[in-house]
């Protein structure tokens, strides 16, 4: 089985701090997503990447960087944390094919105050 | 712009009647995928079901069917058999372009009463 391990259930963090969230998968997907999910917005895409040190937009990346330095591992940097990064971070990753589905992570709770 | 529409923040069904969830998409990709996803209140993603924009049927797996009608743009997921455990939140989703982005719809709660 895939497996997608996200380093923290539960992050507290105050407003201005650098906050970094890190992800890891085991099967060699080529493909990692982050994205955040709030209630009534459902999932948002942050960044994704396609290869190590390739990396795109996605829907809402302003305020954030990620950084993939090795296949396996995909991390999103909030560089001066504020309240309104206060969500649920979701970690993912896939194949490179149509018909490949996500695998996510259980998810980072991440409290800015 | 909304790639994926999901319009009905909330659903109810009756325990062992079957439900429509609705799901409208836009590409003009020739080539994507569509994906449902289920979030029980535990927060896990779990995926249900796969319908490719060339399968010339609709994807079946178990209780779960997609209603894939390409030229309205629509993959709508039927539930047959509504357990109490399918209570959950439900995404809809697609995969398209050669990056293989995947963007999420907002999802439907669908609550199962007994």
């Known amino acids: 089985d895939v497996k997608v391990t996200q380093s923290s259930r539960y992050l507290v963090k105050r407003t201005g701090e650098k906050v970094f969230l890190e992800c890891v998968q085991d099967?060699?997907?080529?493909?990692m997503f982050w994205y955040r999910q709030d209630p009534g917005l459902g999932l948002r895409l942050i960044y994704f990447?396609?290869?190590?040190?390739?990396?795109e937009k996605g829907d809402i990346p302003e305020g954030y960087s990620v950084s993939r330095e090795k296949k396996e591992r995909f991390s999103l940097i909030l560089e001066s944390a504020s309240t309104n990064q206060t969500s649920m971070y979701l970690c993912?990753?896939?194949?490179?094919?149509?018909?490949?589905?996500?695998?996510f992570g259980n998810g980072t709770r991440l409290t800015v105050t | 712009a909304q790639k994926i529409t999901q319009t009905q923040p909330g659903m109810f069904v009756q325990e062992k009647e079957a439900v429509t969830l609705d799901c409208t998409y836009d590409?003009?990709?020739?080539?994507?995928?569509l994906f449902w996803y289920k979030q029980p209140s535990s927060g896990e993603m779990i995926f249900l079901i796969y319908?490719?924009?060339?399968?010339?049927q609709n994807a079946t797996e178990g209780r779960y069917s997609l209603n894939f009608q390409k030229a309205r743009k629509s993959a709508n997921l039927v539930i047959s058999a509504s357990q109490l455990g399918d209570s959950a939140m439900y995404f809809c989703?697609?995969?398209?372009?050669?990056?293989?982005?995947?963007?999420f719809g907002k999802g439907t709660l669908l609550t199962v009463n007994p």
């Open positions: 993912a990753s896939t194949r490179q094919s149509y018909n490949s589905p996500l695998h």
């Open positions: 099967m060699d997907h080529e493909n």
């Open positions: 990447s396609y290869d190590v040190k390739m990396k």
């Open positions: 590409t003009s990709d020739p080539s994507y995928g």
């Open positions: 319908q490719g924009s060339y399968d010339q």
């Open positions: 989703a697609m995969k398209r372009g050669s990056n293989y982005k995947l963007t």
